[in-house]
């Protein structure tokens, strides 16, 4: 039985586990966003920085990588993503069905925000995303690293994130 995994943030460029195919995919009904507090990873309990999570919204659809996980590793893998992604309990793992540009649908793993959670945060303006975003630091580093890589990796492989991009011009402006 194969086990996929959306990717749509960070496991775009920083998977951490085996990967045996990679195909962009889009889950309906969700929208990709900077809509939860990182009080762990990307920035702290003092100063929160933001992560990117999937918000349910009816009518949208979010572009990003569908990863099968290497057969046989699929428990630790399994394992390995809820020690990092349920972290703080603010995801939900779901298992949703992925449209893969090849014409396949998958069940994919997906990790989507907990919108009761008190680290949701949806519907922040860009501008007040792009001030936190610029001075967050948390365990895993700058949260404007986490902002870079995934602008990045989705310019790379041909996917556009209007709201996504202008945060990544906003941001450097600011560091600069």
Same mark, same amino acid.
């Given at each position: ?49 933001? =992560?990117?999570?999937? /918000? &349910?919204?009816?009518?949208?659809? !979010?572009? %990003? $990588?569908? @990863? ?41 793993? =997906?990790?989507?925000? /907990? &919108?009761?959670?008190?680290?949701? !945060?949806? %519907? $922040?303006? @860009? ?50």
């Amino acid at each position: 039985m194969e086990m996929w995994v959306f990717g749509y943030g960070s496991l775009l460029w920083k998977p951490g586990f085996d990967v045996a195919e990679s195909v962009i995919g889009r889950l309906p009904g969700y929208a990709r966003s900077f809509c939860m507090r990182s009080i762990h990873h990307r920035g702290t309990v003092d100063h929160p920085g933001l =992560v990117l999570a999937l /918000d &349910a919204m009816t009518g949208r659809a !979010c572009d %990003g $990588m569908a @990863l099968r996980v290497m057969p046989g590793q699929e428990a630790q893998t399994l394992d390995y993503l809820r020690e990092r992604e349920l972290i703080s309990s603010a995801y939900v793992e779901k298992t949703l069905d992925v449209q893969l540009t090849d014409g396949r649908t998958v069940a994919a793993v =997906v990790y989507v925000i /907990d &919108a009761d959670h008190d680290q949701y !945060c949806g %519907g $922040m303006p @860009l501008e007040e995303q792009a001030q936190i975003i610029t001075t967050a630091v948390g365990g895993m580093g700058p949260n404007t690293e986490y902002l870079f890589n995934t602008a990045s990796h989705l310019s790379q492989i041909g996917l556009h994130d209007p709201s996504l991009e202008w945060l990544h011009a906003r941001v450097k402006q600011l560091c600069a």
